[in-house]
T-cell receptor, first 110, second 113 residues
Framework: QQPVQSPQAVILREGEDAVINCSSSKALYSVHWYRQKHGEAPVFLMILLKGGEQKGHEKISASFNEKKQQSSLYLTASQLSYSGTYFCGTATSGNTPLVFGKGTRLSVIA | EAQVTQNPRYLITVTGKKLTVTCSQNMNHEYMSWYRQDPGLGLRQIYYSMNVEVTDKGDVPEGYKVSRKEKRNFPLILESPSPNQTSLYFC????????????FGPGTRLTVT
């Protein structure tokens, strides 16, 4: 079952912040975040394993609340280069394949 | 350069004509997957493989076949393509398991008329 991402789309001005959410109805082992620019392949951002840890990658960070089976991706002081579609992928164990959400389209305008 | 390659990148074919999309990785990864991407549906897994000769169905396997005879290659076979298989296809690989970063190939855009 696909995780649910929200919002489906968001438009930001440069410098603004955004939060993308990913929730699942199943107990999760890991949450992955990928970004895909138009016409390109998805590119890995980060993985969060159960334990509620928060990770950071420059101005992009994420959290994982395993009790709620939710993850959030935080983009601060957005740049034009952040534009793209963000996907979360979830796994229920270390050996089960990822199931990706439908994506959140992020557009950053000047 | 570490990479996943796919061929062809673009393909237009007719209903029923068998085709193969190749996927190869040079990172000695054990795990490989095939996904299809359709507007509004995200990435859906077709098949995956955890090692040579070990493959399993993903969420949307109907109409597809795969094989994993060598560690580096994971071809996707459409025995009798139909228009509903028109899609963007991605191959991906990861080391040791699905809790590791997946490296995606550049994609193959397939149109079946």
């Amino acid at each position: 079952q696909q995780p649910v991402q929200s919002p489906q789309a968001v438009i930001l001005r440069e410098g603004e912040d955004a939060v993308i959410n990913c929730s699942s109805s199943k107990a999760l082992y890991s949450v992955h975040w990928y970004r895909q620019k138009h016409g390109e392949a998805p590119v890995f951002l980060m993985i969060l394993l159960k334990g509620g840890e928060q990770k950071g990658h420059e101005k992009i960070s994420a959290s994982f609340n395993e009790k709620k089976q939710q993850s959030s991706l935080y983009l601060t002081a957005s740049q034009l280069s952040y534009s793209g579609t963000y996907f979360c992928g979830t796994a229920t164990s270390g050996n089960t394949p990822l199931v990706f959400g439908k994506g959140t389209r992020l557009s950053v305008i000047a | 350069e570490a990479q996943v390659t796919q061929n062809p990148r673009y393909l237009i074919t007719v209903t029923g004509k068998k085709l193969t999309v190749t996927c190869s990785q040079n990172m000695n990864h054990e795990y490989m997957s095939w996904y299809r991407q359709d507007p509004g549906l995200g990435l859906r897994q077709i098949y995956y493989s955890m090692n040579v000769e070990v493959t399993d169905k993903g969420d949307v396997p109907e109409g597809y076949k795969v094989s994993r005879k060598e560690k580096r290659n994971f071809p996707l076979i459409l025995e009798s393509p139909s228009p509903n298989q028109t899609s963007l296809y991605f191959c991906a690989s990861s080391s040791r398991g699905f809790t590791y970063e997946q490296y995606f190939g550049p994609g193959t855009r397939l149109t079946v008329t």
